[in-house]
DNA sequence: ATTTTATTATTAACATGTTATGTAAATTGA
DNA sequence: TCAATTTACATAACATGTTAATAATAAAAT
């Protein structure tokens, strides 16, 4: 049988931001415990990954990246910050901005935690597919891509 | 070029949960607004939505259907309890559970929201394709079963 | 029947999400 | 130059996410 589109809202256990809020949680499972060995959340973990791609970045770009707004970031650094994982600076050419770098013990942190993800991650692309999941990854992007353009055209 | 599948963690802020967060992200920019314009959050929302498809609902059966922890679900009621748009009695049969309902109030807003909510679905489904939306929703199905699978073994 | 265990729900404590507001520094424009 | 605007960041306030602890009731076990 054939969902209720175009005629009322889904089933709405079934709604696309459900699917997708299931799917997220379902991923996040496998990663999460070996975060919580080290005592870090996800978002602290995003940060650090960021930082590890490249170093000295300030608050604004680090949002981007990780997809968090400046109020949440705010807080977050400065929990690192306190815990020395991460270290502020100033930028010469900007007193307004921060620049953030991983500390040693963040750097360190990074390394111990890595490959466990990567490992999670393997086994979800073997037990998924690895097609499957290149597919999805472009449905995904195509869906946002997408509804952005959409935005921009109301947004006028 | 393909993707460094096997090898490192993915550029980050192209991981899978970092996809599954902007898509959902994308999705719920579309829905918040009117939401927001009747003071409802989205788990709120959530909440009325499923009140609306079967009332009475005890909070535990509410959590699974709206994807929401108890804590979470306990103060969103006492919340929307406050504000008359839902109530709580008590189960005959078993004095732990709370039975929720929604109010007129509720009913009406549930009513007052929908249109709208229907019509975003439904830009979404047109400007993405509805055969692209189906192969999504089935991927998305597909990794959670995955994903789940695989978490029963390592559980054991 | 009484102890034990499981279930339902709440609360506490802390991190994050989200909007609004504030502040300082940079940039733009007249 | 200097007033107006923009940008980078922080803080406030409240809702939610998340784990742990607690209380009350129900069900199971002995």
């Given at each position: 049988m054939v969902a209720?589109?175009?005629k009322e809202l889904r089933g709405f256990s079934r709604?696309?931001?459900m699917a997708l809020l299931r799917a997220r949680e379902a991923?996040?499972?496998?990663f999460i415990p070996s975060l919580r060995?080290?005592?870090?959340s996800s978002?602290?973990?995003r940060v650090i990954r960021a930082l590890n791609e490249e170093q000295g970045l300030d608050i604004t770009e680090l949002g981007d990246r990780c997809f968090l707004l400046m109020?949440?970031?705010s807080r977050i650094i400065r929990n690192l910050e306190k815990r020395i994982l991460v270290t502020r600076s100033h930028s010469e050419a900007d007193n307004r901005r921060s620049v953030i770098s991983l500390t040693?013990?963040?750097e360190k942190l990074f390394k111990k935690i890595a490959p466990a993800s990567v490992e999670r991650y393997n086994l979800i692309t073997e037990k998924f597919g690895y097609g499957k999941l290149e597919l999805l990854y472009e449905l995904l992007d195509e869906l946002i891509e997408k509804i952005d353009e959409d935005q921009a055209v109301n947004t006028r």
């Open positions: 209720t589109a175009g709604s696309l931001p991923v996040m499972k496998k060995e080290n005592d870090l978002q602290q973990w109020p949440s970031l040693l013990a963040g």
